[in-house]
Each structure stands twice: as C-alpha cells, then as structure tokens.
C-alpha cells in the first residue's frame, strides 16, 4: 500500500505506510481494553502493586492504550535504526524506514555478504530493543505508583508507570522473537551469517530460507489452532513468501555471476525495430503477427524511443490510423551499457517495472535486453548444471544483494 514520509533520523526517511495507520489504533484499543489483565500480568512478572483500579475509569484505558501503542512503534523504529545505523557503518545505504500492518522495515540498498557484517547488523536490533526495555525497566522501577497501593502520584503516576513496564516487557518480547529463526527475521539473518562462515553465501541462504519456511509454517499452524490468530498467521505467510522471495533472488544472483549483459542481450542486427512514422494500426497488425509486444523506435537510424503493447491499446480503434508510433512511444529511455552485469539489468527491470532495457555503447544502439533473454539464459544456467556449483561456490570477495532488511 502507499506510504508516505514522516520525517528523518540519521539522514534516513522515515515513513508510514497506510496499512499502519489501521493498525494502531487497533493496537491502542487491544492494549486499553487489556488493560487489567497487564497490569495483574507485570505485578505478577516484577512483584510490584500497581493498582488496575486506576486505569479503568472512563477513558483513561484507552488513552493509556493509545500512549503505550506510541511507545511500542517508536521501539519498532529505533530497532530498525539499530539495523541501519551499524548497516551505514559498513558503507550501505538506506533507503527508508517504514512502519507497517506488521511492526516496522529498514530497506537497505544492499546486504553485505561478509558474514560478520550481516550478523553485527542482524543482531544490531535486538540488542536496541534489549537496551530499550531494560531503560523502562529502570524507570518504572523508579517511578511513582510502582509499589504503592493507590499509587503515588494518582492516576497519571499510575498511568505512566503502567507504560513505563509495558513498554520494558514487549521490547523484551520484540528482541526475542526477532531472534526466532524465520529468515528473513533478525534470527533467520544471524543464522545465514553463521553458516557462510564455512558456505557460499548462496548454499547458506538456501539453507536459511528453509528453515524460515519451515519456522513459517510452525507459526501458522499455531495461529490457526491458538483461537485463529489472524496476526499471527499473517506474519507466518510474510515470513514464507519472503524467505522464498529472498532465496530466488540470490541464487539468481549466483547463476548470473559473471554474467554481462552482452552475454544475454539480442544484439542490434536481429532487434526487430520500427519507424517512427508508422502508424498505430500497423504496429499491432506486426505486434500480431510477430508475436512481440515492445519495439525500439528508430528514425534514420538512430534509436529516439521504445514502443510497447500498452502505448498502442492506450489509443481508441478508431484513432489508430491517424496516430504516428512517435506519438505513443516512450521518449525517455531506459539503457543500460553492454558491460553491465546481467544481475544488475535484472534488479534495475525490476526496480522501473519494465520488461526491457535499450543496449547502448556510448552513443550507439547495440542490441536490447528483455526480460525472456534473461529468464532463457537463467534456464539455460539452470540445465547445463552450472547453477549448482555456483551456489556451491564460495567467492573470495562478496559483492553484496539488493534487498529489504526486516524487522516483524
């Protein structure tokens, strides 16, 4: 869903997607109407007597629960920053911290694949959260109300350190259960990091994403039968489909190591162009009959734009006589030079949402590169035999992979 910017920390854009904006308030509410069955829960756990009586008069349960579901997102951000500000030390960019339907993602540019690095920004945020409930920990001890029957410093006193305790338990519990392993979660990344100690970096995320798949499907299940727990079923489906997502990606990235994009590309001679003057009619009367849905535009010989199935159907039938193809194209080329790696087109297709990529040299047109050159010689990798040594092997300098660090 969209999101939008709420501020920076560290120079990092902090966003909120629209999905979080349903889900505090839900929080806020679950927390109030909880309310006494938290604070029997933190006497119980810390042998203090804060007394429920307090906090559930009129709408004080709901506003403690909306202060206490603040205070556990600006956890969930400072966690992520935990992640991003030890990712910068090792020369990675963020992109953005979001808060979402399910706790909060640092998306970093790349993942290192030195293993130590990925476990010290693994680890960096459940170490955050750790400090962060030991802090409120400290400070409910010492606040009003902690011991006292009635509470000192009445119902506020007895409000804020109600908070103050929450607030230590569930980041606690958020450190401890980011270090499960459910690869892509905070455990599922330190234990990836352990094992390419002795593995390539793609063998290990297989093997992580596994056992994330695995750890997903244990969650579900106790979702369903612990009373249909739609949360955390929910996050038992995103762990699967990330785990998944993650390994396809690097074990792509493995088959396509060393891969140029001149290795894959149809080269300039056998890319079937059309003139700029054409009509839109003619055009998918050749899109019909050759079976191809994007063309490089050129006139007198030089490349000036990219035409696709989608530009063509965006004129009525009965126009499409009278529009030239120069009329619906896309001007603003996506290229790409014949020395880059192949991997790299991939990300960057994927990244535009576009099929294909103008090859040029320089000044000069050499060839196009779609999304089926890619995928053929992804196949190709995959028949001759040659992906399974490569995930086997373990290069001597890691190149680092595009994608998201996350944090449930």
Same mark, same amino acid.
């Given at each position: 869903m969209r999101s939008f910017r709420i501020g920076s920390a560290f120079g990092i854009p902090l966003k909120l997607d629209l999905t979080f904006l349903l889900v505090l308030p839900l929080f806020a509410y679950l927390i109030g109407a909880q309310v006494g069955f938290y604070v029997e829960q933190l006497n119980g756990l810390f042998g203090t007597s804060l007394d429920a009586a307090a906090l559930t008069g009129g709408s004080v349960p709901f506003v403690v629960g909306t202060v206490a579901a603040v205070g556990l997102f600006v956890g969930v951000v400072l966690h992520e920053l935990g992640h991003s500000l030890v990712a910068m030390r090792y020369g990675v960019d963020i992109d953005s911290i979001t808060l979402w339907l399910f706790g909060g993602v640092?998306?970093?540019?790349?993942?290192?694949?030195?293993?130590?690095?990925?476990?010290?920004?693994?680890?960096?945020?459940?170490?955050?959260?750790?400090?962060?409930?030991?802090?409120?920990?400290?400070?409910?001890? &010492?606040?009003?109300?902690?011991? *006292?029957?009635?509470? $000192?410093? +009445?119902? @506020?006193?007895?409000?804020?350190?109600?908070? !103050?305790?929450?607030?230590?338990?569930?980041?606690?519990?958020?450190?401890?259960?980011?270090?499960?392993?459910?690869?892509?979660?905070?455990?599922?990344?330190?234990?990836?990091?352990?094992?390419?100690?002795?593995?390539?970096? &793609?063998?290990?995320?297989?093997? *992580?994403?596994?056992? $994330?798949? +695995?750890? @997903?499907?244990?969650?579900?299940?106790?979702? !369903?039968?612990?009373?249909?727990?739609?949360?955390?079923?929910?996050?038992?489906?995103?762990?699967?489909?990330?785990?998944?997502?993650?390994?396809?990606?690097?074990?792509t990235r493995a088959a396509f190591e060393g891969v140029l994009v001149r290795d894959v590309m149809t080269p300039r001679e056998r890319v079937d162009t059309v003139d700029a003057d054409a009509s839109v009619a003619a055009l998918l009367d050749r899109m019909f009959r050759e079976r191809h849905t994007g063309y490089p535009v050129v006139r007198n010989g030089a490349v000036v734009g990219l035409v696709t199935l989608q530009d063509a159907e965006a004129v009525k039938e009965v126009e499409r006589d009278a529009y030239r193809v120069e009329e619906v194209m896309t001007a603003d080329l996506l290229t790409i030079a014949p020395e880059a790696d192949a991997m790299d087109a991939l990300t960057r297709m994927q990244q535009e949402g576009v099929g294909r990529l103008v090859v040029m040299d320089g000044e000069e047109f050499v060839g196009l590169l779609t999304r089926s050159d890619l995928m053929t010689a992804l196949d190709i990798i995959r028949s001759s035999g040659q992906l399974d040594e490569r995930i086997r092997r373990r290069p001597e300098v890691n190149t680092g992979a595009s994608r998201p660090e996350e944090s449930p």
């Open positions: 640092a998306r970093l540019t790349e993942m290192p694949e030195d293993w130590k690095q990925e476990l010290y920004i693994a680890i960096a945020g459940p170490a955050v959260s750790i400090v962060l409930g030991v802090a409120c920990y400290a400070a409910f001890l &010492a606040a009003p109300g902690v011991l *006292a029957v009635g509470g $000192g410093g +009445g119902t @506020a006193g007895v409000a804020a350190t109600f908070v !103050l305790g929450y607030l230590a338990l569930v980041n606690v519990l958020l450190a401890g259960f980011n270090l499960l392993p459910g690869f892509p979660m905070d455990g599922g990344r330190v234990l990836r990091a352990l094992l390419a100690r002795t593995r390539s970096y &793609a063998r290990a995320t297989q093997i *992580a994403a596994e056992v $994330g798949k +695995g750890f @997903a499907i244990l969650l579900g299940i106790v979702g !369903l039968l612990g009373g249909l727990n739609i949360f955390l079923v929910g996050i038992a489906f995103f762990i699967y489909i990330g785990a998944s997502s993650e390994a396809q990606q690097t074990i």
